[in-house]
RNA sequence: GCACUUAUGGUGAAAUGGAUAUCACAGCGGUCUUCGGAACCGUUAUUCUGGGUUCGAAUCCUGGUAAGUGCACCA
């Protein structure tokens, strides 16, 4: 529809003599104002001295002479916007592809044929899954579904760090404490919170004694070389707690990955790429190897240290290297949070030099950091909740307000609610998470979408049960609830073309916020028939909408609430 | 010091350069034996600051103020 309205647009400018490629048809900011509308008569009255107001009206009497019988009205208001009226015959048809399509409306096919990659939620290994990752998780979640519905093959993956001085501080202390220690620990949770407290020791033990530090750094070196050693047991022992313990998680919070990329495997590849690029991308300097950023605007960053260890940097290179030659991506999408942006411009910019196709391919997005409760998270120091621990406080939050209800539901509600507090912001600003103030079960909240869908559903359900089916009206007035509905490919499509989920979140409440403002409004069951199937053809689609803008996000919806 | 990011009602946010700046929370006032009230309706209140570009600016440019982040061997 839209194009059609553009092409006519198009015909018309042509017809005065003027060619262009891109008008803008939008939908306008009231719906009272019409369905479509475009601000073409403004952007090119000026080049023909003439009043855009009587520039619009020449425009919509050529447009009269030649449009099709879909559109009903073409007017001009305020300052020279043209607005479209489109018959009720077009969005019957879209609402009957909403029926029909049902969880496929809304997909796009800007992607199709094409491989994305996504990475997100990489962890480190040894430190614990806190509240800030579930930020990350969260945008990368949605971001991978929103992949989805461009039409590409998507794989996800995530990368984790296993193997950093870091964790040879908290392999240290279980060493010292001796294996057994951990052994003794019955639960898999008990196990987890004693590898987080190793590593919050070991952090300050190093810091307080040289001789904690130069043990440390040759476990480290051991660790990395993998060199059969007490430490090296330890180690695979930490590692595969920790990595079981991440999968739960996530699992928990809805992500699934295909596979992982660690950062001992990417070390190694990033090293030799970097060294083999000496000394025309990379020089040394004071016995490292690094990148003169400034050439590019940009500043000078390590890749190799002096000790002869690849940092971050080279990592990021070697993990870049391993995503295009596993799985060959035409866009390779990864998510951290913003504090990595320039340190990214230099990495992506080097490993342009080594392939063009890395950094031109390579997609950063970006989040905000959480707090929680006004302070900063560091895992460093501890004391940081656990995203498990959160997710538990909310869960009994929503106990609360309904004890009936079943642990999955509750673990639904609540995930969705934490999931929508990060998804209703565009990504990219921190947050500032207080149980108290942010956590909100009304208004514009997860469970509001959650509650709206299973409502909607449930009345579904029941008339089903009396014998209705869904059937829609042609005599019907089209309503504000059904012409929004319609919007959702054009919301996808954006989401797409930015990878940003807040784009679905919004029109999400809003389309809720539209049916149960309809619903106040309507008997959608009554005594009627053609009424109320009708009604149940409206909801009915509603439903399909909602079901699959929920999806997006990641947020998973109960049967009860 | 240099670079990047940000500044919207009391709070949290939205708005490809467009029409009366939208939404939620909180506040205030209503709806209420309903197809499921985690709902609906009404109401109060907002673009940091000076200048510029434009028919038109929260949005673009520029000066200022304030905040956050990053700048060599940490991850």
Not at 138 to 158: C, F
Not at 165 to 190: C, H, N, R, W
Not at 324 to 349: A, G, L, M, R, W
Request: proline share 3%.
């Amino acid at each position: 529809m839209k194009k059609e309205i553009e092409n006519l647009i198009k015909q018309a400018l042509l017809s005065l003599g003027i060619e262009t490629e891109n008008v803008l048809v939008e939908y306008p900011g009231d719906m009272a104002h019409g369905d479509f509308a475009t601000n073409v008569a403004m952007l090119y009255a000026k080049g023909r001295a003439q009043n855009p107001k009587d520039f619009a009206l020449e425009l919509v009497s050529i447009m009269n002479d030649k449009k099709s019988n879909l559109i009903e009205d073409i007017s001009v208001a305020g300052p020279g916007f043209i607005n479209f009226k489109i018959s009720k015959e077009y969005f019957f048809k879209e609402l009957e592809k909403i029926n029909t399509e049902k969880e496929n409306y809304g997909k796009s096919d800007i992607y199709n044929g094409k491989k994305i990659l996504v990475e997100h939620s990489s962890p480190n290994l040894f430190k614990p899954f806190h509240i800030g990752h579930v930020m990350n998780n969260t945008i990368g979640e949605s971001i991978t579904r929103i992949a989805s519905a461009s039409g590409a093959d998507v794989s996800v993956i995530s990368y984790p760090s296993d193997i950093s001085l870091g964790i040879g501080k908290a392999v240290y202390v279980m060493l010292l404490d001796g294996l057994e220690k951990i052994q003794s620990l019955d639960t898999d949770t008990e196990k987890l919170a004693y590898l987080g407290e190793c590593y919050v020791r070991g952090t300050k033990m190093f810091e307080e004694s040289d001789e904690v530090k130069s043990r440390v750094k040759e476990i480290t070196k051991n660790l990395y070389e993998k060199i059969s050693s007490p430490e090296l047991d330890a180690y695979e022992i930490g590692k595969e707690i920790n990595l079981k313990y991440f999968i739960n998680i996530v699992a928990r919070l809805g992500s699934h990955f295909d596979n992982f990329i660690f950062e001992s495997e990417a070390g190694k590849v990033g090293q030799k790429i970097v060294e083999e690029n000496i000394p025309e991308i990379f020089t040394k300097s004071d016995g490292a190897v690094v990148y003169e950023g400034e050439k590019e605007g940009l500043h000078t960053r390590v890749f190799i240290n002096s000790e002869g260890y690849p940092t971050y940097e080279s990592k990021d290179i070697g993990l870049m290297s391993l995503k295009f030659e596993k799985y060959n991506p035409n866009i390779s999408i990864f998510i951290t949070d913003h504090e990595q942006t320039n340190y990214f411009e230099v990495v992506k910019n080097a490993a342009g030099k080594i392939n063009k196709e890395w950094e031109e391919k390579t997609v950063h997005r970006t989040h905000g950091r959480m707090t929680f409760k006004g302070q900063k998270m560091s895992s460093r120091l501890g004391g940081v909740p656990l995203a498990a621990t959160l997710i538990d406080a909310v869960v009994e939050e929503v106990k609360e307000k309904n004890p009936d209800i079943d642990n999955k539901s509750a673990d639904m509600i609540a995930i969705g609610s934490l999931k929508y507090t990060i998804l209703r912001a565009k990504a990219g600003s921190n947050i500032n998470f207080d149980p108290e103030t942010s956590l909100s079960f009304e208004g514009d909240s997860g469970p509001y979408l959650q509650y709206t869908l299973v409502r909607a559903k449930s009345v579904l359900n029941k008339a089903k049960e009396q014998g209705f089916e869904p059937k829609y009206n042609p005599e019907k007035e089209i309503g504000i609830l059904e012409k929004y509905l319609t919007r959702f490919p054009s919301i996808v499509e954006k989401s797409i073309n930015e990878w940003a989920p807040h784009h679905i979140s919004g029109y999400d409440i809003e389309a809720a916020h539209l049916f149960n403002s309809w619903y106040g409004n309507t008997k959608i069951i009554s005594e009627d028939k053609e009424e109320t199937e009708h009604n149940l053809f409206v909801t009915s689609c509603f439903v399909a909408v909602l079901e699959k803008g929920i999806e997006l996000l990641g947020i998973t919806v109960p049967e009860k609430m």
